[in-house]
Nanobody
Framework: QWQLVESGGGLVQPGKSLKLSCTVS????????VGWFRQAPGKEREGVSC????????VYADSVKGRFTISRDNAKNTVYLQMNSLKPEDTGTYYC???????????????WGQGTQVTVSS
């Protein structure tokens, strides 16, 4: 059974940082890309970033470029999302999901984690 578990969310003030982790089990990250998505109450799920299996191909949403950094450690079966200069509009539940090749559409992804809440507020 393929499982993904997100962690690292929390309540932070605007301008601060958080680092999310997505740890997988039941499969190897060597052959899967991983995407991060977020969803705010009443809004559609939004793609944040995706990293290829090798880490050589990375995409970001325009809203997070220059502030967020995705990375992976296949030996630890973990993908990270470093979030800096957080804004209130970054608030939402953050999910990771696996796919063969990165896609902007969440419907293309296979297994998902349960999500971790990020709240940016003063």
């Amino acid at each position: 059974q393929w499982q993904l578990v997100e962690s690292g969310g929390g309540l932070v003030q605007p301008g601060k940082s958080l680092k999310l982790s997505c740890t997988v089990s039941g499969f190897s990250l060597d052959h899967r890309a991983v995407g991060w998505f977020r969803q705010a109450p009443g809004k559609e799920r939004e793609g944040v970033s995706c990293i290829s299996n090798s880490g050589n191909s990375i995409v970001y949403a325009d809203s997070v470029k220059g502030r967020f950094t995705i990375s992976r450690d296949n030996a630890k079966n973990t993908v990270y999302l470093q979030m800096n200069s957080l804004k209130p509009e970054d608030t939402g539940t953050y999910y990771c999901a696996e796919i063969l090749y990165c896609s902007r559409s969440y419907v293309d992804y296979g297994s998902w984690g349960q999500g971790t809440q990020v709240t940016v507020s003063s």
